[in-house]
């Protein structure tokens, strides 16, 4: 059993930063893989970006690459989103998730994210 809670999120004018992070606890969560993913008013819940269970491999959706950037601290059981040049349509709840690359088991609660001006 993995719980996830996801902390970091807030206003924000567009353009600006965020750092989202995802604290992580139960025995093997560092050997899963993590991700982000988010969803706006109204929308289904979109992949953000995920990163191996050591970090060596991340995937991005396109809509954030260059953007954005996924990283871990193991020794901290943590989960990191860097978030720049933030767009209104990043707006959403901001999920944390662990599992494997084509399966998440276990989501945190979200943490709401609101670009506008």
């Known amino acids: 059993q993995v719980q996830l809670v996801e902390s970091g999120g807030g206003p924000v004018q567009p353009g600006g930063s965020l750092r989202l992070s995802c604290a992580a606890s139960g025995r093997t969560a560092n050997r899963y893989a993590m991700a982000w993913f988010r969803q706006a008013p109204g929308k289904e819940r979109d992949f953000v970006a995920a990163t191996s269970w050591n970090g060596g491999t991340t995937n991005y959706a396109d809509s954030v690459r260059g953007r954005f950037t996924i990283s871990r601290d193991n020794a901290k059981n943590t989960m990191y989103l860097q978030m720049n040049s933030l767009k209104p349509e990043d707006t959403g709840v901001y999920y944390c998730?662990?599992?494997?690359?084509?399966?998440?088991?276990?989501w945190g609660q979200g943490t709401q994210v609101t670009v506008s001006s």
């Open positions: 998730a662990s599992g494997s690359f084509t399966r998440y088991d276990y």
